[in-house]
């Protein structure tokens, strides 16, 4: 199975950036997608951005200008830079990784277990 990993998360003032990164680690699979999820407290989960194993980007309205999404070639290392943090971008934050396991063409959709995101005033 596909186990992504998320790191990176922390406590930032207002205006500071983080690094967040997500690993994928298993065997003989290729990934198709991967996106950042958030979840407040009290709120649902919600799509913050996605790229895709052509690189092809997709950020939600909220993160525009501030976020960047990146990964590696075969995009089992993905990193979300967040610059000018807001308070309100405070939430969990999960990597989910969509792919194919070879040789069996079976398609999986995995979840890692997400990393704090604090924001301070």
């Known amino acids: 199975q596909v186990h992504p990993v998320e790191s990176g998360g922390g406590l930032v003032q207002a205006g500071g950036s983080l690094r967040l990164s997500c690993a994928a680690s298993?065997?003989?699979?290729?990934?198709?997608?991967v996106a950042w999820y958030r979840q407040a407290p009290g709120k649902q989960r919600e799509l913050v951005a996605s790229i895709t194993s052509s690189g092809s980007t997709n950020y939600a309205d909220f993160v525009k200008g501030r976020f960047t999404i990146s990964g590696d070639n075969t995009k089992t290392s993905v990193w979300l830079q967040m610059n000018r943090l807001k308070p309100e971008d405070t939430a969990v934050y999960y990597c989910?990784?969509?792919?194919?396991?070879?040789?069996?063409?079976?398609?999986?959709?995995?979840w890692g277990q997400g990393t704090q995101v604090t924001v301070s005033p």
């Open positions: 989910n990784t969509k792919g194919v396991y070879h040789p069996t063409t079976r398609l999986f959709d995995s």
């Open positions: 298993g065997s003989r699979f290729s990934i198709t997608t």
